[in-house]
């Protein structure tokens, strides 16, 4: 079955850029939106993006202006930069699978499967 | 608004029913789907769409929507179900932007 699993460092300095990357392993990446979720220490969970295998992205209002997500199709991968990085920025970042579909007029988008996640903490 | 609105908490006795609300104007338009997350873990699917389980959660999950509230409902709570549960939709904005509530804590007692 599908798994997706994070990778990238574990500290990131101040100033700097989060990179992380999500493998998708026991399918293809070219189907369906692939995105990203953040979940600072003790709380709730925060959408950072998505983007769809062919490249089209959309991203958190709130993260827009630091954040970028990229693909690459002939590595199964999809990976997540974040500029400027502060101690706010330290989480679990999960990768996950998004689906949208439609019931009788009504649409719901759900995240199927997702990463086992990865504590990213921005410290100097 | 974009924002979904849970209870922070929320108990219930072993084997009784416990529903778990999320409310939000998005969803008048789209159903949510939830998430339970116990600690360490990462968030898993129990609910999406009208009223969809995938394969492997129990049927005494069960999801449903009236007006801008949309609820889950756990019958005959089990220990086991002790755990964090989140809603998700997406957001009526137009700008197809993705949303979560702030989580509610199920204690089983």
């Known amino acids: 079955q599908v798994q997706l699993q994070e990778s990238g460092p574990g500290l990131v300095k101040p100033s700097e850029t989060l990179s992380l990357t999500c493998t998708v392993s026991g399918g293809s990446i070219s189907s369906y939106y692939w995105s990203w979720i953040r979940q600072p220490p003790g709380k709730g969970l925060e959408w950072i993006g998505y983007i769809y295998y062919s490249g089209s992205t959309n991203y958190n209002p709130s993260l827009k202006s630091r954040v970028t997500i990229s693909v690459d199709t002939s590595k199964n991968q999809f990976s997540l930069k974040l500029s400027s990085v502060t101690a706010a920025d330290t989480a679990v970042y999960y990768c996950?699978?998004?689906?949208?579909?439609?019931?009788?007029?009504?649409?719901?988008?759900?995240?199927?499967?997702w990463g086992r996640g990865t504590l990213v903490t921005v410290s100097s | 608004s974009s924002e979904l609105t849970q209870d922070p908490a929320v108990s219930v006795a072993l084997g009784q029913t416990v529903r778990i609300t999320c409310q939000g104007d998005?969803?008048?338009?789209?159903?949510a789907s939830w998430y339970q997350q116990k600690p360490g873990q990462a968030p898993v699917l129990v609910i999406y769409?009208?009223?969809n389980r995938p394969s492997g959660i129990p049927d005494r999950f069960s999801g449903s929507s009236s007006g801008n509230t949309a609820s889950l409902t756990i019958t005959g709570a089990q220990a086991e179900d002790e755990a964090d549960y989140y809603c998700n939709s997406r957001d009526s904005s137009g700008n197809h932007y993705v949303v979560f509530g702030g989580g509610t804590k199920l204690t089983v007692l």
């Open positions: 996950a699978s998004l689906r949208g579909e439609n019931s009788s007029g009504w649409e719901y988008w759900y995240f199927d499967l």
């Open positions: 769409g009208k009223n």
């Open positions: 998005s969803l008048r338009s789209y159903y």
